[in-house]
């Protein structure tokens, strides 16, 4: 669809198409655009931007990663479609490898997500087929199915669009755990280490940023990056912003 650059919501229209481009590409599950719908309602209250708060959730998120021995970034049907190249660059700076993990998983979508990351540069994809051999204990979802040298093995794994389930049952594994969700009252904010409340397509390039920004520097600079960060007060915080318009 032809969205008009000067329409007042055309970022918005335009994150709508890529979903649904992803649906008929055959990346994203139809439930995948309900939850967008979910998401998009918290964007509209956060004012469609990037908060402080937010920026610095980022900014721990990729110190994390840079710090990790063994970091993966989990892709589904959305985050595929909404930014494919973007994770590949992350991955590529940070060190982390990727995993495809589905909740509603088919051959099908696991194949056209593998094909768009690989179009996007990514060198190898995880998770694929009957390589997610190991199942994670607690979970009856598909996302249980990960792979043992992806998911199964890491220390740190970036679960962005998650539900709580697996993300309790990846900390319970004792595995630092990061999320990106637009929605601070949800289960997985709270179970994990580390929330970026934004949304995806604009968290991931600003993780990207920080992570160019402290590649490099001594461990120390990160560690106390991280030790500032405090994830409780960050939800509450991006939860002012949302009760206040997105204006901070
Ligand atoms: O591709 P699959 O089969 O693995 O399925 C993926 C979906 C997203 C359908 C599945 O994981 C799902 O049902 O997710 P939930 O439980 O609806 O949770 C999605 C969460 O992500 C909700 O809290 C949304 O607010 C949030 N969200 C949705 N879109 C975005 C988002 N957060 C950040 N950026 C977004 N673009």
Do not use: W
């Not at 601070?184 to 994990?192: D, E, G």
């Amino acid at each position: 669809m032809n969205i008009p650059s000067n329409h007042p919501r055309a970022k918005s229209l335009y994150i709508r198409e890529l979903l649904v481009t992803g649906f008929r590409n055959g990346l994203v599950a139809p439930e995948g655009l309900i939850a967008y719908g979910r998401g998009e309602a918290f964007d509209y209250l956060l004012g469609e931007h990037t908060t402080e708060v937010a920026r610095d959730a980022a900014k721990a998120a990729s110190s994390t990663l840079l710090l990790a021995k063994y970091p993966v970034i989990s892709i589904n049907g959305n985050v595929a479609a909404l930014c494919a190249k973007e994770i590949v660059e992350l991955s590529h700076v940070t060190g982390a490898a990727i995993e495809v993990n589905l909740f509603y998983r088919t051959t099908e979508r696991e194949i056209a997500i593998e094909k768009e990351l690989k179009k996007n540069k990514a060198k190898f994809v995880l998770g694929m087929g009957s390589n997610a051999s190991v199942r994670i204990p607690e979970l009856q979802s598909e996302r249980r199915r990960v792979d043992p040298n992806g998911i199964y093995k890491a220390d740190t794994v970036l679960v962005p669009l998650e539900d709580g389930d697996r993300a309790e049952a990846l900390v319970n594994m004792g595995k630092t755990v990061i999320t990106i969700d637009l929605n601070p009252l949800s289960r997985t904010p709270k179970v994990a280490h580390l929330t970026i409340v934004d949304n995806i397509i604009r968290a991931i390039p600003e993780m990207i940023v920080a992570a160019k920004q402290l590649k490099g520097k001594n461990a120390s600079v990160m560690k106390n990056i991280v030790e500032q960060f405090d994830n409780k007060v960050n939800l509450v915080e991006s939860l002012k912003n949302i009760q206040g318009g997105g204006r901070v």
